[in-house]
């Protein structure tokens, strides 16, 4: 009896490397979150107007700092960065398809395979923002957008530039005309 051997693209090869990519991204999502959070900060503090009252120099200082803190941030939750192991990545899909990780591993001899699905990633930005400030930013963008009303992209974008020469943000002006 002649031993068959599965294809390189073979559904379960294709099913075991995009579960690799998956529990990949499920560690270093949390390394992103920083940088998103510090976008959103940004963002949210160009809406209130707080870089109006900043030099170029300062407004740049404030991001440079952002970005080191974010860096850092980043850094500290890659610290248990670890390539999954086959065992671990197998075990994964196996949960994934309601299947023992042994039924997997007798696939690998099968020229027709049944059809695996792949799952989704199941860490989220929670773990890289311990103190869900990503919650504090949308209250307080809200709370800006009822105050103020809406802002101009421009005064949004303007503050990812320091640099930039613009028209100063004017949070509030008293009208008195009357």
């Not at 890659?78 to 086959?86: A, C, N, Y």
């Not at 049944?114 to 989704?120: D, Q, R, V, Y």
């Amino acid at each position: 009896m002649k031993l068959q051997r599965t294809k390189p693209l073979s559904k379960l090869n294709r099913a075991l490397f995009w579960t690799h990519v998956v529990m990949i991204w499920e560690q270093i999502l949390p390394a992103l979150t920083p940088f998103l959070l510090l976008a959103g900060a940004i963002a949210v503090a160009a809406q209130w107007g707080v870089f109006a009252a900043l030099s170029p120099l300062g407004h740049l200082g404030v991001l440079a700092a952002g970005l080191v803190v974010a860096a850092i941030a980043a850094v500290l939750n890659l610290r248990g960065f670890k390539q999954p192991s086959f065992t671990e990545i197998n075990t994964r899909l196996a949960l994934d398809n309601g299947v023992t990780p042994d039924v997997l591993i007798g696939l690998r001899h099968k020229m027709k395979q049944p059809h695996l699905k792949i799952g989704k990633a199941k860490a989220g930005m929670a773990k890289g923002d311990p103190l869900a400030l990503r919650y504090l930013m949308l209250i307080m963008f809200g709370f800006g957008y009822l105050l103020q009303g809406p802002v101009p992209l421009s005064e949004i974008s303007s503050a990812y530039m320091p640099l930039k020469k613009g028209a100063p943000v004017v949070v509030a002006q008293l009208d008195n005309s009357r």
